[in-house]
């Protein structure tokens, strides 16, 4: 079945301790993105990658990392988190297409900084 | 302004009615306009796209698009209580970015 995957689902951790977001799909997309939903706000995107090793910003990075080592993986790091990251954070991919530009999302990942 | 508007809602009609979802957006250079549904605590998920003048129907879904006027729409007809989530209108901004708007919810009731 083809998917993009994310863990943890939930995750409720402290500020400061270093965290790790996985997220894989199974489609052989070049493309993958981070997202972060909270209410009043939209989705609003982290960083993506445009293929391995290729990574760039996008309207939100502060406070996360990236990296894509391999087509399939493009983790989200948050290297000391802090409670306004408190979210509900979504990993995306895609084709790369010429105009058609259809995103498939993870399940999503609630996390909770306290 | 924002770059992707749409009315938060809530939307409401009855079942069997059309619901009209509007999105304006800013960008006059945008290429391809999406529409996601959302139910709560679920992930966004892709009904239609488009990216020529006119409309598009697949199914009960027909989306609008006027970019002289930098509008997009959808149209569900013969709403059901289960269409009843969140809307997310998204314009691609240019290559690979996708801007979303805040979401416009729909209740369709019985």
């Known amino acids: 079945e083809a998917q993009v995957t994310q863990n943890p689902r939930y995750l409720i951790t402290v500020t400061g301790k270093k965290l790790t977001v996985t997220c894989s799909q199974n489609m052989n997309h070049e493309y993958m993105s981070w997202y972060r939903q909270d209410p009043g706000l939209g989705l609003r995107q982290i960083y993506y990658s445009m ?3 290729v990574t760039d910003k996008g309207d939100v990075p502060e406070g996360y990392k990236v990296s894509r080592k391999e087509k399939r993986n493009f983790p989200l790091i ?3 988190p802090s409670p306004n990251q408190t979210s509900l954070y979504f990993c995306a991919s895609s084709l790369r ?3 058609t530009y259809e995103q498939y999302f ?3 990942t609630r996390l909770t900084v306290t | 302004q924002k770059e992707v508007e749409q009315n938060s809602g809530p939307l409401s009609v009855p079942e069997g009615a059309i619901a009209s ?5 800013s960008d006059r250079g945008s290429q391809s306009f999406f529409w996601y549904r959302q139910y709560s605590g679920k992930s966004p998920e892709l009904i239609m796209f488009i990216y020529s003048n006119g409309d598009k129907e697949d199914g009960r879904f027909t989306a609008q698009l006027n970019k002289a006027s930098q509008y997009v729409s959808l149209l569900i007809r013969d709403s059901q209580p289960s269409d009843s989530a969140t809307y997310l209108c998204a314009v691609n901004t240019g290559f690979q970015k996708l801007v979303f708007g805040t979401g416009t919810r729909l209740l369709v009731s019985p």
């Open chain 1, 51 to 53: 293929n391995v090793e």
């Open chain 1, 78 to 80: 948050l290297e000391s």
């Open chain 1, 97 to 99: 297409r010429q105009r």
């Open chain 1, 106 to 108: 993870g399940p999503g």
């Open chain 2, 21 to 25: 979802l509007n999105c304006t957006y």
